[in-house]
């Protein structure tokens, strides 16, 4: 079951986006701002900047993992500059996760579990389409299932019989395949089943 444990949405992560901030004019040596974070339209806390030469410094206070304490971060994040096609020249951000430093050239950076600012990948997010995108090779996975057996496709009938010549042992291991899916798809049913009845 764990391979199909429900990933974060990045849609849903507290970010900063380097382009935003160079659109802004902030991206000035030594100056220093604030940024707020806003999630459904409501404050969800901020950070202060310190724009180095080659990067910039991150002043926020971060939960630990775990633990309702706050503790207060400096975290230094490093920023590169490309060349535009039609001329001049677009920032990155350096991701500074990972043990080695990731290094990965971003244009965003998410907070983690961890209470630092990484990647989406450092940070094991996925975009929101992409989480659907699963869900319909889930549904997909579980009809063929269910066919292959001499089955209806829909996951609401009852799980087919054994056909005929076919093995138990072979049996009882997709059955147990298709009961992972199939329970995969019915919680995603169910969550949107839920948002739907809270939010018409």
């Known amino acids: 079951m764990g391979r199909y444990r429900r990933r974060a949405a990045c849609e849903g992560c507290l970010s900063i ?3 935003l901030w160079h659109r802004e004019g902030r991206l000035r040596p030594n100056n220093r701002f604030t940024w707020s974070f806003w999630i459904d339209g409501r404050p969800s806390g901020g950070i202060s900047v ?3 030469a080659d990067s910039v410094i991150l002043k926020f206070k971060s939960r630990k993992l775990g633990s309702d304490e706050f503790v207060s971060i400096d975290q230094r994040v490093p920023i590169t500059w490309t060349n535009c ?4 020249k677009r920032p990155w951000f350096l991701c500074p996760l990972g043990s080695l430093r990731c290094g990965r050239r971003v244009a965003k950076l998410y907070l983690s579990s961890y209470g630092r ?3 989406r990948q450092c940070c094991g997010l996925v975009y929101a389409s992409q989480q659907v995108a699963g869900r319909l090779r889930a549904i997909s996975r579980a009809r063929k299932i269910r066919i292959k057996l001499g089955g209806s496709e829909s996951v609401a009938d009852p799980f087919p019989e054994k056909p005929p010549r076919m093995h138990w042992r072979t049996y009882y291991r997709i059955q147990s395949r298709a009961a992972a899916v199939e329970e995969h798809v019915n919680h ?3 969550r949107a089943f839920v948002k739907h009845a809270r939010d018409p």
């Open 188 to 190: 995603w049913i169910m």
């Open 50 to 52: 310190h724009v180095q």
């Open 117 to 119: 600012f990484g990647c």
């Open 85 to 88: 096609t039609l001329g001049g």
């Open 17 to 19: 986006d380097v382009r």
